[in-house]
């Protein structure tokens, strides 16, 4: 019987020493529960993904140290399988190194390097060819890193082949909605194919735009899933494989949506804040859905005391707005700041009032108003050291419905890579968690949704409504469809050519938006790399007409 | 014989229809110069590079038929090399078609993809295997593409091998400072390696960040240079090779630094402009040298009338730095306005009353006068459809001495990758062209540095003089070099941990700023993917201080 430990931790990329301590502590409980093995996530020594910093010939040497000492501290306990960075002469390699008795005893490295959507490892990483794997307590332990498991192939031939009977898989691998599903579905394969134990450990954590919601897993050679770490939280599982499993899933169950979701956004959004050093966030409350949702998120994400709301109404804000955004701040008990954007807002229209003579008021009015509320919270940043959350959502980021340097400022927009009709459901969700009917006041759920920057503007002067928006967005941006294939699917024509154009034109606001927490199978950002300049879809013979930075 | 055209066009990404209608109407020249073959640039038809398109499937086989298309419409001509997005059963190919007949009579496939610094080929295409040709006037032609001329190897080995006489080689290969040399110097290698003649037909113009120079050239198989097509400019050049070459190069001699620069930052900020849709730009005149340069920039790329200089000057600012702005834009000719920050500024004080109260200003300050100029500009835009640019440097942008949303503001920010020492060189440089002493004032080029947002500021009470910084930014950032190795060359060890400290501490910043044009071998964005959360080279035990979103 080999016993292993599952060592799903929350590593901070570049953080070699502090990834390192964590890695002793936990090795040393893993020991104490008389684990044989414990298994750390890919490239747990200098967090996921560490980029560009592998370029660094210092940082790799670091890092190989840091291996070293690792080794060097834990040589009296279980043995340790961990990822680093590892060099040889045909370059450096996403690998795993088993740790045992003060050294280095085995090494692995990564045979399929993914370089797409998120991924750019054969930008920095050259692949390995060989399996690689250690034998402990009678038993053979083959290694593998995430992407290795996605398809058949190498290094699981081997495995099959040589009948051995434990395969472990390291990952660093983000969260989407549906990758739980996707990645058991791989393992199942890859288990039944080899004949042999899949023991998959992930990585949980944020770093920048992508989350890492752990939910570790091991399968049997029969394909079914045995047992199941948590998800969005770090854990240490062991687990005791003797031809059977003799050890009992005793974890609740996992999360659905949208719950998963919520929790995914919860964790990225707290990682993003601590491990940069901030400890209080601040946001502007409009009373609509986006910022509630924001606030409450933080508040559960960071608590209540780490929050502060600031409500900046605008000449054309209604009164109820106000209330809301009061109401919520009172649920939510966290502070509350009022401030006017009028004053200044009226000493912009006196000072453009020259260059402005004799033109019409529209979307440059409108603008300001958003600008001046991203100054009002910048200010408040550099004074009291509070990162802005801006509440933008997928759906106004995809057609460019925001205002650079307006409602688009700030040091991280978690719900970037939300839909609006997801932050509805989710809005739902957690106000069914309560305490009473929820933190979200109801009239804030129910009302039509409004920049309030011009009077009795509503979303939909400008955009279709969102059940209508939401899916041409997904169709376009995600599945990367054409206007033919979207229309072929029941869209109207006009609406469609009209969205995608919207969607194209908005690039440059994008490429300057604040990072976001992917949730998607394809946000935007590094997972879509689209050229501002394009003229594609476009009538090149006709000039692209000049955009507009602002709603509309 | 053989007599080829080099077909050194500036095509735009995304227009089909623009590229193959331009490329028809440069076959027609070249037929009518008796070529037997035009050569077109890599991806000529899709423009380069065109990142994520590709993964549509409607637009891989728009690019198919707008090739046929060229065919069709070329077919009494003179024969077609041009750049393609070809799909096979392996995938997609960065891929060279023939042209002739009406028919695509032969592909090539790229062999080598690069996937660092700015590209991502592998993330889109699947590499070559095969060399590929043709025989026109008796003649045997080899293909390669691009990066395939950068090493020994696949596919010149094969053509060695066959003793093919000519191979021609496609590019999109940006500029950087002394590339061309370097292009020089891997071109001669590989003809001589080869034995044959290589003809290298590089793009020109701008696409977003990246500037392709031209620069093609035709290379003897002794390794000699032989023929230099225009720089930084279209350019259809005619050569008959038979054995020897029989035509003469009647092209000027290209220009070298700093002059090269400025015709790439001109070239850039053109083709950003212009294939945008814009007609205008407009910017801030601080009276600095910055945005002096810049204006000057701007008024040499698009003409006097297409640009807007906007002195707002604070309560901070000199008399002398209005003057020099006014100065500035007299001798440009350019629109000039003054609006006054002051009454913004003073409107955001008194709504921040209340929360500041019992607090002393400093940057807070500081950066809501950068972020009313920004506003300002960008109403401007709004209203008028100019597209702003930013002014700040490579120094600025790398230390993080800029306000988000403030200065860092525009839709381009042309001398972004200039670093400020460079920057007063290209000054020197312009204003020696003149007329007269140049545009740009003396006392703009010889007075200290300030931002002018608190009394008395210089640059150097925040950073060490630029002739200090830039070398320790160029070994830090362009070299990647680790602190040990920056003292070892004889900097201040304080110094280098300070400085290297505000780098890193800046990348949240530069990840919302405007895009730029790319000069230096190694520019942020996404030549350099650096993660935001990083805790290398920072103490991991204390927590990274909270940063700062201004100026220090």
Known sequence: MVRIALGQIDPTVGDLQGNVDRMIAWTARATE?????IAFPELAITGYPPEDLVLRDAFVQDNLEALHRLARETSGGATVLTGFVDRSEAGLHNAAGVLSGGDVIARYRKIKLPNYGVFDERRTFTAGTEPGGVRLAGTDL????CEDAWTPGPPFDAYAQAGTPVVLNINGSPYHRGKAGEREEICRARALETGAWLVYVNMVGGQDELVFDGGSIVVAPDGSVRHRASR????LLLVDIDGELSSADDRPAWVTEPQEVYRALELGLRDYVVKNGFTEVCLGLSGGVDSAFVATLAADALGPDAVRGVAM???YSSPESLEDARELATRLAIRFDVLEIDPAFRAYLETLAGPFAGTAPGLAEENLQARVRGNLLMALSNRFGCLVLATGNKSENAVGYATLYGDMAGGLAPIKDVPKTLVYELVRWRNAQGPGEGPIPQRTVTKPP???LRPEQKDTDS????DVLDPLIEAYVEEDGSPEEIVAEGADPVLVERVIAMIDRAEHKRR????GIKITPKAFGRDRRMPIT??????PVRPVPPRTTGPA
């Open 33 to 37: 529960a008389r684990a044989d093995l």
């Open 450 to 452: 409004s920049a309030e």
């Open 232 to 235: 969005f939280a770090e854990d």
């Open 512 to 515: 300057q938006s604040a990072p």
């Open 313 to 315: 109404p605008s000449r």
């Open 142 to 145: 083959g290694i593998s890193i």
């Open 534 to 539: 394009n003229r594609y879809l476009h009538d």
């Open 463 to 466: 955009l279709p409504p969102y």
